[in-house]
C-alpha cells in the first residue's frame, strides 16, 4: 500500500524490469503496428492484451446497438469487396448508377451476414445503423471516384496481408540497427500515374491531425510509416516516395483523405519512436495510460477501468509518478510538457521494490 502511495514506479503500478521481456518483432516473432502503438497509449493496455492474452469478453446476446469495432469491420469489408471487384475491372470505371448500385447490394449482403451472426443490436437501432452506413458509403464512392477520374489513381491492392497466412514478414531496421519482423494488412494501396504508391489505412473514427510534422503522433500513428516500407517491400517500389494516408471515412469530402509522403526525415523520425517503443516494452514499461476524462468525454477503458467506475485514480497516480527515472522516457512520449524540468528527483534504487 505504501509503495502505491509513493512516487515511485514500483512493480506494483507495472514496472516490470526485474523481468525477462523478449522485444516484440525480434527472436522470430512478429508484430503489429497496432500493438505497438497500443503500448504509446497505454503500456498496461498492451501488457494485458499482448503478453498476458486477456480480452473483453464479448456478450452480443446484451447488445442494444452495433458496437464501434464490429461496425468497422463491417464497413472494411464492404469496401475490400467493392475495391477488389474494381482491380478485378478491365474495362474501366462504369456509370456512377451503376457503380453506386452495386456498392449498395454487397453493403446489403453483409448487413444481413451481421445481423444473422446476431451483431448488430435492436432491430429499431439497426435499421438507423444502415442509413446512416449507405449515406457514408455513398459519400465515400463521390470521393473514390474523384480520386480516380481527377488524380488518376487506380487501386492494385486491397487487403495486402504479410506475416500473417503464410506470408513472410517484413523486416524493418531501425536507427539502432535492430531489425523487427512486422506482419499486418494494408486496407489498400493505389498507384499514382508515375508509378509511385499510395497506402491508404480506412478509419470509421473521428479524424485526426496528420502531417509531416507531427508524423509519429506520439507513438499512436506508426501504423503509416511502417505500411508504407511495409508495401514498399512487398511490391519492390521506392520507399522514400509513397504517400501514405488515412481515409478518414466520417470527414467532409475534401478532408476525407489525409497523409505524408515517406522520407529520409520522416522515416527516421518515426523508426526513432518505434525503437523506444520496444526498449520501453522490453524493459517493462507498463504504466496504466488512461485517457483523460470529463463530463463532456468520456470513453471507458475495458482494460484501466473495467468497472466502469471511471479513471481519475488512475490518472492520479499516473501523475504521482511521471518524474520516476524509468517512466521518464514514456511520460516525454507519450504526454510531452508534462515534466518541464527534466532532473532526476526519486533514486534509482527506490524504483522497482
Not at 527472436?27 to 497505454?42: F, I, N, Q
Not at 507531427?214 to 511495409?230: M, S, V
Amino acid at each position: 500500500q505504501a509503495d502505491r502511495a509513493s512516487a515511485a514506479f514500483t512493480r506494483f503500478d507495472g514496472n516490470l524490469g526485474h523481468l525477462t521481456i523478449d522485444a516484440p518483432g525480434t527472436e522470430g516473432r512478429s508484430v503489429s503496428a497496432t500493438a505497438l502503438e497500443t503500448w504509446a497509449r497505454c503500456p498496461y493496455q498492451f501488457f494485458v492484451r499482448q503478453i498476458l492474452g486477456v480480452v473483453p469478453l464479448e456478450t452480443p446476446e446484451q447488445r442494444v446497438r452495433i458496437d464501434a469495432l464490429t461496425k468497422g469491420s463491417l464497413i472494411h469489408d464492404i469496401l475490400d469487396v467493392f475495391v477488389r471487384e474494381r482491380i478485378e475491372r478491365a474495362d474501366g470505371l462504369p456509370p456512377l448508377p451503376e457503380d453506386r448500385r452495386r456498392l449498395h447490394e454487397i453493403a446489403a449482403q453483409l448487413f444481413d451476414e451481421t445481423r444473422d451472426r446476431g451483431l448488430t443490436g435492436e432491430a429499431l437501432y439497426w435499421r438507423r445503423e444502415q442509413v446512416l452506413i449507405r449515406r457514408m458509403l455513398d459519400t465515400w464512392l463521390d470521393v473514390e471516384r474523384e480520386r480516380a477520374t481527377g488524380l488518376g489513381l487506380r487501386p492494385i491492392h486491397t487487403e495486402l496481408r504479410f506475416g500473417m497466412g503464410g506470408a513472410d514478414p517484413v523486416p524493418v531496421t531501425t536507427p539502432t540497427g535492430r531489425t523487427i519482423a512486422l506482419r499486418g494488412a494494408i486496407d489498400r494501396i493505389d498507384e499514382r500515374p508515375d508509378g509511385s504508391l499510395q497506402v491508404l489505412d480506412y478509419k470509421t473514427g473521428s479524424p485526426s491531425k496528420v502531417s509531416e510534422d507531427e508524423p509519429h503522433g506520439n507513438g499512436t500513428r506508426l501504423q503509416l510509416l511502417l505500411y508504407a516500407l511495409a508495401a514498399a517491400h512487398e511490391l519492390g517500389r521506392d520507399p522514400t516516395a509513397v504517400y501514405s494516408g488515412y481515409w478518414f471515412l466520417r470527414a467532409r469530402p475534401e478532408q476525407q483523405v489525409a497523409g505524408y509522403v515517406t522520407g529520409p526525415t520522416v522515416t527516421d523520425a518515426v523508426l526513432e519512436v518505434v525503437d523506444l517503443v520496444v526498449d520501453g516494452i522490453r524493459d517493462g514499461v507498463f504504466a496504466q495510460h488512461p485517457e483523460p476524462t470529463t463530463r463532456l468525454h468520456w470513453t471507458p477503458c475495458e482494460y484501466c477501468d473495467p468497472d466502469g467506475l471511471g479513471v481519475a485514480e488512475a490518472e492520479r497516480r499516473f501523475l504521482r509518478m511521471a518524474t520516476a527515472p524509468s517512466l521518464r522516457t514514456y511520460v516525454t512520449l507519450a504526454r510531452p510538457g508534462l515534466i518541464p524540468n527534466p532532473t532526476l528527483d526519486i533514486d534509482e534504487d527506490e524504483e522497482g521494490r
